[in-house]
């Protein structure tokens, strides 16, 4: 018998301690992005001849890909959602949510839209209205289709791909107890192998696809920053405006990314939100709100309605080739750069939420504000040409970053809601930089569990790398070339989400077959249907289970059954275990209140050992009916914790036999439970 301590997952971060990098994946990605980011720098001619070469080829061989995985992912994730498999918890059974709704969805808003949304929700629309992919621009179906096909490149589409990478990873790390990292979600595929360089080869695309794609928004929120500084202050554009504001920004987000999830990005992003639905509501009211109102409800209709057809919508007989990379292709494979990202930044801030809320909150809450924003701003600046000002569109198409203070000087109080305005763009810029910062030093490292995250000199430095990636690539040609880069590099990580996306259908699949067998199977414990020899209870049996279920011991008895029933018992199934060539333990030890624990943990070999544990939990007494029980006002409750975590009974006040019945019933069901798992892969 062995001394050991609880490992339940605790609910609060860990410190750094122990948090080792991974040596080829660290190395290997900042080698990457310094050398091309050094490259861009020193020679931006030639970096941008390669990059528009390497583009025009993705884009005219690998366009239709982007389009049809995207599709498939939201179907995927939407169908897994909304079946029986929704029900299906990111973490051990017993769990609940760490953050509340509204902090959750203030993070996975803040993590998934930056400042691009400010800078895309004015420049899209008039773009689309003068220059649509079909059709003559400056007509009343061209202001119909603009905002549109805002909202379906900043839609539910791109939030399917974070959510499968995000329900992926929490699956897998919380509920699998894998490593939060990519690699653990193609373990139901490649095994153990994951550890290896299959592994290695997937977190080194993932980091690569996560800077570019965050270098893209960060060199798009500088662009919109300086100008903004421009027209508050007559700070002049330029690289060395751009530079200080890249600066400014890699020092807030170290600050932010070293303080933890649950301070700095945790407050940055509920503030962010806050202050950005104001604005909205600001235009909303001081603008046009009849027509503004109707705008809005008109283009959830048309985007209802018109979904199905674009989803897929390639252009194929009559391709607009520089319109699709521009925006669709752009887009896609934005999203794609991002989902690692944001999908473990997810991950790590869902613990214990089901996959049907994780999937409903990640595909509806976002989305809704989108809605509203670029409704508001889009269908605002459309207005403002169809009401005359056409030198308003035309220098919003050629000066993008312009387009959204213009738009802005045309309500009152200009001054203080462009300075709001700025301060809130400043804050989507550093939740984006931060987070990013946290979740490449995780993908880069070794970390002792789930919750743990990277050390603080990493993060640093990947605020520092990611910084310089963006100055190279705004050296190179502004936004364009961001555009580029992102087209390129997401390549990579788009063939790996295939994977994930099988991995993720084997083990829900397997963990459909469990829950069947869990339903249908057994409950000794409910029934008390066999005593330790074997036969049926007889006698007192009956009124001994009907006192139990009135009886509500206080700490004592709950320890003193542990010592006098549980561990002989777990003992009794080690030592039999053992005998039949089974590596086994019966352990005791404390919970972290310091109460008992007993455990049996039985190992043959297979990647995850199986673990029966009786932990003590302290609970309300309940009232049933007239029966009130005198005295305390909690007891304690016995309950069986499995892999996958508690699982909700108590086994309190069972004899010897019965709670052996009821470990070996759940040995059998993890016997089961591996046999199932090798059939599968």
Not at 182 to 206: C, E, M, N, Q, W
Not at 580 to 593: F, L
Not at 596 to 603: N, S
């Amino acid at each position: 018998m062995t001394e050991v301590r609880s490992d339940a997952p605790s609910t609060e971060p860990e410190p750094d301690t122990g948090a080792k990098i991974k040596p080829v994946v660290f190395y290997g990605s900042a080698a990457v992005t310094l050398a091309i980011a050094l490259w861009a720098i020193f020679a931006p001619t030639s970096a941008a001849d390669t990059i528009g070469a390497v583009v025009s080829w993705t884009s005219q061989w690998f366009g239709w890909f982007y389009i049809l995985l995207t599709t498939l992912v939201l179907v995927f994730v939407i169908v897994v959602g909304a079946s029986r498999l929704g029900r299906t918890r990111l973490g051990p059974e017993h769990s609940r949510p760490e953050f509340s709704t509204f902090a959750w969805a203030s993070m996975l808003f803040a993590a998934g839209i930056g400042t691009d949304l400010m800078f895309f929700a004015v420049v899209e629309p008039v773009t689309q209205y003068l220059t649509p992919p079909r059709g003559e621009g400056g007509t009343l179906q061209a202001a119909e289709d603009a905002t549109v096909w805002t909202l379906f490149h900043y839609g539910i589409s791109g939030w399917g791909l974070y959510a499968l990478m995000g329900m992926s990873l929490a699956y897998f790390a919380y509920r699998r107890n894998l490593p939060l990292a990519i690699r653990s979600a193609l373990y139901p595929i490649f095994g153990k192998r994951i550890h290896g360089g299959i592994g290695t080869a997937v977190d080194l695309a993932a980091v690569l696809g996560t800077i570019f794609g965050v270098a893209a928004s960060l060199g798009i929120g500088v662009v919109l920053l300086n100008y903004g500084l421009t027209f508050l202050f007559g700070i002049p554009e330029g690289t060395g405006a751009q530079i200080g504001l890249v600066a400014l920004a890699v020092v807030m987000a170290t600050a932010s990314a070293v303080s933890g999830v649950d301070r700095g990005i945790k407050l940055l992003s509920q503030l962010n939100v806050l202050l950005a639905i104001g604005l909205a509501l600001f235009l909303l009211i001081a603008g046009n709100t009849v027509f503004l109102l109707n705008a809005l409800v008109q283009n959830v209709g048309d985007f209802v309605s018109s979904f199905p057809g674009l989803t897929l919508e390639t252009f194929a007989f009559d391709q607009p080739v520089d319109w699709l990379s521009a925006w669709t292709l752009f887009f896609w494979a934005w999203w794609i750069a991002w989902a690692s990202f944001v999908g473990l930044f997810l991950a790590r801030i869902s613990r214990g939420r089901t996959i049907r809320q994780f999937v409903a909150g990640t595909l509806i809450i976002p989305f809704t504000y989108i809605v509203m924003w670029i409704s508001i701003f889009g269908n605002s600046a459309i207005e403002v040409i169809r009401n005359g000002d056409v030198a308003f569109g035309q220098n919003t198409m050629e000066n993008n970053a312009q387009g959204f203070y213009q738009l802005l000087a045309q309500y009152p109080a200009v001054p203080f809601i462009a300075g709001v305005a700025t301060f809130v763009g400043l804050l989507f810029y550093v939740t984006s930089a931060d987070s990013a910062a946290l979740v490449m030093a995780n993908l880069s490292s070794h970390l002792k569990t789930p919750q743990s995250d990277g050390a603080r000199p990493v993060r640093i430095f990947w605020a520092v790398a990611t910084g310089l990636l963006t100055v190279g690539m705004l050296a190179v040609g502004g936004v364009p070339a961001l555009q580029n880069a992102t087209i390129i590099m997401g390549l990579p990580f788009a063939f790996v989400l295939l994977l994930v996306m099988y991995g993720l259908y084997k083990a829900l699949r397997l963990e459909s077959l469990l829950a069947a067998s869990r339903e249908y199977g057994p409950r000794p414990v409910a029934s008390g249907r066999l005593t330790g020899d074997g036969h049926h209870p007889a006698g007192p049996g009956w009124r001994q289970r009907l006192d139990r279920a009135f009886s509500f011991p206080d700490r004592e008895r709950a320890e003193r059954f542990l010592d006098e029933v549980a561990l002989p018992a777990v003992e009794e199934v080690a030592e039999h275990l053992e005998e039949r060539g089974v590596e086994a333990q019966a352990r005791q030890g404390q919970d972290e209140d310091g109460t008992r624990i007993v455990e049996l943990v039985a190992d043959m070999g297979e990647e995850h050992p199986f673990t029966y544990r009786i932990q003590p939990r302290e609970v309300p007494v309940p009232v049933y009916g007239r029966a009130v029980p005198e005295g305390t006002l909690t007891y304690y409750r016995l309950e069986v914790h499995l892999r996958d975590g508690g699982q909700d009974y108590d086994v309190m006040g069972h004899t010897h036999g019965q709670l052996i019945d009821d470990v070996l019933d759940q040995y059998e069901r993890h016997l089961e439970y591996v046999r199932l798992e090798q059939d599968v892969r």
